[in-house]
């Protein structure tokens, strides 16, 4: 192996290690390249020509701001309305219990990337709660401030939209044209139900006022190790009211964790 090649490795394990510190990602080693030319757009926004002072930047942490633009940078934001349908089944069904209550509704999105998941929450909610007597609130929250802004817009391409049933995309969204591309915006109605606020679920405590009915968190805990994700679990815990619910995403699970959850069905889990 050359000097060079060495190098390059004694990089990568202190990028890594920033970011783990950072944001709690276990980057896996094939992961690094792709995570090496996102952070070089920034050294070039910069003006900065190695890839050691960059690093020495955001280690030092003497640049907030920078800080914030590197995290946005490697991290993975893909995300699409109605992903992972039958969550939304079921989510219906438990609205519909929710509405006998006639209290308020509280349901957390704690990975909303740019607002798909959020937004089709909110159009569930709108769909199966009698928003008049079971009020519905929804705090949104992502570490990743580039899709934050997206999200808070409510702004999406006809292709971004294409999984959200017609009568509800007309019902929800309006539709706006500019030159050649269609643009969908977010209701105000739907987007006053939502507050999204950055958040980094690997800083405990969570800033987040509870108890909450609901917890989705999906999709995200898949980068975390099992401590991190063990300290994630468990402080949603203690945030569900009894009897709340906690959604993850299908790939994921909760094996070999330390928690007091009960399985209702794969991917979702109740605190009893
Ligand atoms: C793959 S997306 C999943 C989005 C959505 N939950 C879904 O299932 O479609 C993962 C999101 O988690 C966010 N994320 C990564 N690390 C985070 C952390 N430590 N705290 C909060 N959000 C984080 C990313 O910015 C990204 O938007």
Sequence with gaps: MGRNEQMQRKDFDRLRYIIYEACGISLSKDKIPLVVNRISKRQRALGIKSQQEYLRIIEEEKDPEEFVKFIDAISTNTTYFYREKQHFELLTELFKKDS????????????????????????????????????????????????????????????????????????????????????????????????????????FPYPVRGPFDYIFCRNVMIYFDAPLREKVINAFYSLLRRGGYLFIGHSENLLGLQHSFKGVQASVFRKD
């Design 100 to 203: 006998s209550k006639g209290r308020e509704i509280k349901l957390w999105c704690a990975a909303a990337s740019s607002g798909e998941e959020p937004y089709t929450l909110a159009m569930t909610a709108c769909e199966s709660l009698n928003l008049r007597r079971t009020p519905f609130r929804m705090l949104a929250t992502d570490i990743c401030t580039k899709v934050l802004d997206r999200a808070v817009m409510g702004r999406y391409t006809e292709k971004q939209v294409e999984n959200i049933p017609k009568l509800l995309r007309q019902k929800y969204f309006d539709r706006e044209a500019t030159g050649k591309e269609k643009y969908f915006q977010a209701t105000a109605q739907l987007r006053e139900l939502i507050l999204f606020k950055r958040l980094n679920l690997s800083k």
